[in-house]
C-alpha cells in the first residue's frame, strides 16, 4: 500500500526526455511535503547480445551528462505505449545491427528510484544475425565483441559503471547455469562465468 | 576526450534534490543541439551492511516515484563537499543504527547516464555493532536481516529492482572469493555465493 497522499501534481517542466513535476503529498508520516519527481518520458529497455560461441556485443560511448566515455549493452528508450520488446528489438538493430531470433526477459530495473520514475526492462537476446547498423546521427558508438566472462569483469574492475548493464549482466550472469538454453554452442558455463 | 562541445549552460530548475540545466552543444556529429540535463544535488551512496556470520541488513520503503515498494541496501546522499564514506557511514548509522568498524570502497555506479550525473558511491562495512537508528521522519522504514544468498536471490528473482543495491551486490559477491578479509567468521564461501 503507498503510504503517500498525493493532494494535487503540477508538470513544471517538459522535454523530449523527461518532465518534472511537483506533487503535494501528506508523508507517510503524516506532515505536509512536496515530493519533486523526474518522470522520464521514454521507458527504457537494456539487451545483452549473445552470440552463440558465447560472445556478447558490447557498444561504447561517450555520456555527456556524466562527463565520461562508457561502455554498455546496447540500451535506449521507447514510446510508453510501445512494448519494451518492440523498443530492444529496434534499438539493438539500430545500434549495432544485430538481429535475433530468440528474445528473454530478464527482469526490470528502477535506475534512480529516489526522485526518478525510470524503470529499464533488460533482455538476452539470442540466435544472432548481423545486419546493417543505423545509429542516431549524434551516436558516436563503437562496438566490440568480446567474451561474456569478459564483460563480467569489466563490471567487477569498474570499467563498466552504467547501471542498467550492470544490472542485465547480472541477471545474465545468474541464469547461466542455463546457458545452453540461450547459447547451445557456447563455451560459458556456470563455473566459468562465477569464478 | 569529450566529443560534445558546449557552448553555453542554463539552469532553468532548482529544487534541494536536483536541478535541471539545458546545454547548447555542438554533437558529435558537429550539429547544433541543446542537451537536457538533470544534476542531482548530491552525491549517491550505498552500503552493504555485512555481519559475522555472512548476513546483511536490509531496508523496505515505499518509493513515491516508481509507485512500488522497494528493498534496497542502506543507501542515501551527501553533499557535494563531503566525502562519499563520512555520508555513508551517516547514512548506515541513520537508517539502521549499524556502526561499522571497518569499510572498504566497492565501486561506482552511474544510475542514468543519459540526461542524469547521479554517481552512487558502494561500500562494504564490516565489523559491524548495532546502535539506535535515527531515520529522517519522513522515512518509513523496516528493516530486516538475512544471509547475503538470501539478498542475491532477491535480485535474480526480481524482489530488488533498485539500481545501486544491485550493483553493490554484485560487486560485493565478486569480492567473496575473499569474503575471509571481510567476515572472518563468515559461513559464505565462494562456491555457496555463486551457485
Same mark, same amino acid.
Given at each position: 500500500?503507498?503510504?503517500w497522499?498525493?493532494?494535487s501534481?503540477?508538470?513544471?517542466?517538459?522535454?523530449?526526455?523527461?518532465?518534472?513535476?511537483?506533487?503535494?503529498?501528506?508523508?507517510?508520516d503524516?506532515?505536509?511535503?512536496?515530493?519533486?519527481?523526474?518522470?522520464?518520458a521514454?521507458?527504457a529497455?537494456?539487451i545483452?547480445?549473445?552470440?552463440?560461441?558465447?560472445?556478447?556485443?558490447?557498444v561504447?560511448q561517450?555520456?555527456?551528462?556524466?562527463?565520461?566515455y562508457s561502455?554498455? +549493452?546496447p540500451?535506449?528508450g521507447g514510446?510508453v505505449?510501445s512494448?519494451p %520488446?518492440e &523498443?530492444?528489438?529496434?534499438?539493438?538493430? $539500430?545500434?549495432?545491427?544485430i538481429i535475433?531470433?530468440?528474445w528473454?526477459y530478464?527482469?526490470?530495473?528502477?535506475?534512480?528510484n529516489?526522485f526518478?520514475d525510470?524503470v529499464?526492462?533488460l533482455?538476452?537476446?539470442?540466435?544472432?544475425?548481423?545486419?546493417?547498423?543505423?545509429?542516431?546521427?549524434?551516436?558516436?558508438?563503437?562496438v566490440?565483441?568480446?567474451?561474456?566472462?569478459e564483460?563480467?569483469?569489466?563490471?567487477?574492475?569498474?570499467? +563498466?559503471?552504467?547501471a542498467?548493464?550492470?544490472?542485465?549482466?547480472f541477471? %545474465?550472469? &545468474?541464469?547461466?547455469?542455463?546457458?545452453a $538454453?540461450?547459447?547451445p554452442?557456447?563455451?560459458?558455463?556456470?563455473?566459468?562465468?562465477?569464478?
Open positions: 500500500m503507498n503510504p497522499k498525493t493532494l501534481s503540477s508538470q513544471i517542466y517538459t522535454n523530449p526526455w523527461f518532465s518534472v513535476r511537483e506533487d503535494r503529498v501528506i508523508a507517510p503524516g506532515r505536509p511535503d512536496i515530493y519533486h519527481v523526474v518522470s522520464a521514454r521507458v529497455v537494456g545483452v547480445p549473445l552470440w552463440d560461441d558465447g560472445s556478447v556485443t558490447l561504447g561517450y555520456r555527456y551528462p556524466v562527463q565520461e561502455w554498455e +549493452i540500451e535506449g514510446d505505449d512494448e %520488446l &523498443s530492444a528489438k529496434r534499438e539493438l538493430r $539500430e545500434e549495432t545491427g535475433a531470433e530468440t528473454q530478464l527482469g526490470r530495473v528502477h535506475t534512480s529516489c526518478l525510470e529499464s526492462h533482455f538476452v537476446a539470442t540466435n544472432l544475425r548481423q545486419g546493417p547498423a543505423d545509429p542516431s546521427p549524434e551516436e558516436i558508438l563503437r566490440q565483441r568480446l567474451p561474456f566472462q564483460a563480467i569483469t569489466m563490471v567487477k574492475d569498474g570499467v +563498466i559503471t552504467d542498467i548493464s550492470i544490472a542485465a549482466i541477471h %545474465l550472469m &545468474s541464469r547461466m547455469t542455463t546457458v $538454453e540461450y547459447a554452442s557456447s563455451k560459458l558455463c556456470s563455473s566459468e562465468v562465477n569464478k
